[in-house]
């Protein structure tokens, strides 16, 4: 009973976190996601649009182009096409990994013991698998809603999905989706290790100054989160290193999901394969041939800008909302929590 309630109080912080940093930075969010569907030759636009191409080559002037030619409401929350979208998307996809993860972690405790950072890979890995198969549907409705041309309500643009291509246009991009799990197992393997880390020695640091030893500390003196500026920053520095890595994987990924039967690049495909979705594999090469190497860090400084800090919002908000849940309305377990990390400080 302990374990569930902690994974679902640690979720629900995870789910409102995202909320919040979502629409603080959805114009950025809008951006990077047309950045990476259209830029370069290689583009899954619809248009011939000499001056639309250019612009994507950069986050800010593909920004700029977007305001210029779209208005405010193109980017700004709650106005911008694909916001409730994206915000489901983004309280399932956080409120799901951080349900899986606590599951798994408390399997983990209970057959093994003490989660080290190898236990953190796993762990990161598969709530990563099994949040990608659960959230996928929903991540390509809002890339379409953000990308599409001819603009439409979200329940119109569902339907305009299942019609052009039936339940697989809601599981384009699987496989990189799948792949993209080692982004959240290179954050949180960085970010948990931290953690752990900091407050062991936060708490030893507190006992050191109180003047005795950690077994006579009163529990109440005992950290069992990260204050919101520590958990900013570390969320910042572990998110900025995994989606540098991974940004490549993640430009193909938008690719597959943004592509229509109108796209430019489906559009000069052979016969035979005229009208089916590229592959993760045939987009990379469509990619690589059209484009180079720079094909694959187009809007990289987007998503990555984008990625970190929301990250770090995201991670700000999920500590303070998790310990004042715990603090409020489930004493007994925030007390076990002082406990266990006071004894994890011991070790």
């Known amino acids: 009973m302990d374990a569930s309630i902690e994974g679902f109080v640690k979720a629900l912080g995870g789910g409102v976190g995202a909320l919040f940093s979502t629409t603080v930075l959805y114009p950025l969010e809008v951006t990077k996601t047309k950045v990476q569907a259209f830029a370069g030759n290689a583009t899954t636009d619809e248009e011939d649009n000499l001056e639309k191409q250019q612009a994507m080559g950069n986050t800010f002037a593909a920004m700029a182009y977007t305001w210029r030619k779209e208005g405010p409401k193109a980017l700004l929350a709650p106005w911008a096409p694909g916001y409730a979208s994206t915000c489901a ?101 960085i970010f948990e290790g931290i953690k752990d880390a900091w407050l062991k020695r936060q708490n030893l640091s507190a006992a050191a100054k109180a003047g005795v030893d950690l077994a006579q500390m009163k529990l109440r003196e005992v950290q069992v989160g990260l204050s919101a500026a520590q958990a900013f920053w570390l969320g910042l520095i572990s998110k900025l290193i995994a989606s540098t890595i991974c940004y490549p994987l993640t430009r193909i990924k938008q690719m597959c999901q943004a592509q229509t039967k109108r796209s430019k690049l489906r559009r000069s495909s052979s016969e035979e394969t005229e009208g089916k979705a590229l592959s993760m594999w045939e987009m990379s090469l469509k990619v690589w041939t059209e484009d180079g190497w720079r094909g694959f860090i187009y809007g990289i400084e987007g998503q990555v800008f984008n990625a970190s800090l929301k990250a770090a919002l995201n991670r700000s908000a999920k500590e303070r909302i998790q310990v004042m849940l715990f603090f409020l309305l489930f004493p007994e377990r925030f007390r076990k929590m002082r406990a266990m990390a006071l004894a994890q400080a011991q070790t």
């Open 89 to 189: 998307d983004a309280f399932v996809f956080n409120f799901v990994y951080y349900y899986y993860f606590e599951f798994f972690r408390s399997i983990y405790q209970s057959k093994v013991g003490r989660v080290g950072y190898r236990g953190n890979m796993v762990l990161a890995t598969c709530a990563g698998a099994c949040m990608q198969l659960t959230t996928l549907p929903l991540q390509n409705h809002s890339t379409r809603m953000q990308t599409q041309t001819e603009k439409r309500g979200n329940w119109a643009t569902a339907l305009a999905m299942y019609r052009e291509e039936g339940l697989g246009a809601f599981y384009k991009g699987l496989l990189p989706c799948l792949l993209l799990s080692l982004n959240a197992t290179i954050q949180d393997t």
